[in-house]
């Protein structure tokens, strides 16, 4: 007779306890999963071993590279996804229904978008409407909102074919970078005319193939940083070049764009939702009232809003 596999008893099974197994699968490391769960590095230790005792079998296999699913583990993961499934369905659809104007909204974006351009409009949607709790996730990290990591997410996209298909999408203006140098800088140079000056880089990013120096010349070594408001910083202080967002550059009095330089289109923003969220009235308020504010700054965002020498 074929022997059966031992399929564990969903009833049995707390679905918090599967969720901490789930991100361990997902990230191979109960320190990561604790960070991505905003719990402590024991209760996901806690928890696994909770579900190991239901389920009478070991779950991970700890490894100097991380932690590996076990056969057993491998097996419970089909599982545990339609779990997951089954219940970010219910969730959303619940979710969908409800047309309160309180309660949690996230936002997802990148830390310059949220800084240079729209905190200002956060500010006062968030007066408007005092009982929606908001929870801006400012990184450069892409949330899931299939997973209900956030309920709206404001993205760049070059290509509007590369978005899901199951992200509802509110259609924004294009965004154009430039290349920036300090006010002073650029002044010396007209004057002195001074030694090649640096490219200003993000270390992951380097210099952009659009990116020409224009009139200016530069020198063959970078000035790197790791993050775009050191770059900023650093082009603020004099130390040469650097490629920034026509919102940051032209909206910023210490800065000037660099003569003979060209602008470059990023792509365009775009505020996505996802299936039954995006029927909720706080998610319906806030995208009606941000895609207002962002036509308004297409100007800016195209870098048109003002003149330069």
Same mark, same amino acid.
């Given at each position: 007779m074929e022997a059966h596999r031992?399929?564990?008893n969903c009833t049995m099974i707390d679905w918090d306890d599967i969720r901490y197994f789930l991100a361990v699968a997902r990230r191979s490391s109960v320190r990561a999963a %604790?960070?991505?769960?905003r719990v402590n590095h024991s209760t996901v230790l806690r928890r696994i071993a909770q579900l190991e005792e239901r389920l009478g079998a070991q779950m991970f296999e700890k490894l100097p590279s991380g932690y590996r699913l076990t056969a057993a583990g491998e097996e419970i993961l089909e599982l545990a996804n339609q779990m997951e499934a089954s219940s970010l369905e219910l969730e959303t659809r619940v979710f969908g229904r409800d047309q309160g104007v309180r309660g949690l909204l996230r936002v997802t974006l990148t830390p310059i978008l949220a800084t240079h351009l729209l905190m200002p409009d956060f500010s006062d949607f968030a007066r408007l409407h005092p009982d929606i709790e908001m929870d801006i996730l400012s990184s450069g990290e892409l949330?899931?909102?299939?997973?209900?990591?956030? =309920?709206v997410a404001i993205r760049v996209v070059y290509d509007r074919n590369t978005l899901p298909l199951n &992200?509802?999408?509110? $259609?924004? /203006?294009?965004?154009?970078?430039? !290349?920036?140098?300090?006010? =002073? *800088? &650029?002044?010396?140079?007209r004057v002195d005319t001074p030694e090649p000056i640096r490219w200003i880089v993000i270390s992951s990013h380097g210099i952009p193939d659009w990116a020409s120096?224009?009139? !200016? #010349?530069?020198?063959?070594? /970078?000035?790197?940083?790791? =993050?775009?408001?050191?770059?900023?910083? %650093?082009? *603020?202080?004099? &130390?040469?070049?650097?490629?920034?967002?026509?919102?940051?550059?032209?909206?910023? /009095?210490l800065l000037a764009r660099v003569p003979g330089a060209e602008l470059h289109m990023y792509g365009t923003l775009w505020? &996505?939702?996802?299936?039954?969220? *995006? $029927?909720? $009235? #706080?998610? *319906?308020l806030f995208t009606e009232f941000v895609s207002r504010r962002l036509a308004a700054y297409a100007p800016l965002l195209a870098g048109l809003s003002v003149s330069h020498d």
């Open positions: 031992a399929v564990p %604790a960070e991505g769960l949330a899931n909102l299939t997973n209900r990591e956030a =309920d &992200l509802h999408g509110l $259609k924004g /203006p294009e965004l154009f970078g430039g !290349v920036y140098i300090s006010r =002073d *800088r &650029l002044a010396a140079w120096e224009g009139e !200016v #010349r530069t020198m063959g070594v /970078p000035f790197r940083t790791t =993050d775009a408001a050191a770059q900023i910083g %650093a082009v *603020r202080e004099g &130390l040469g070049i650097a490629t920034l967002p026509c919102f940051v550059g032209d909206a910023d /009095p505020l &996505l939702t996802q299936g039954e969220t *995006r $029927k909720t $009235k #706080r998610v *319906r």
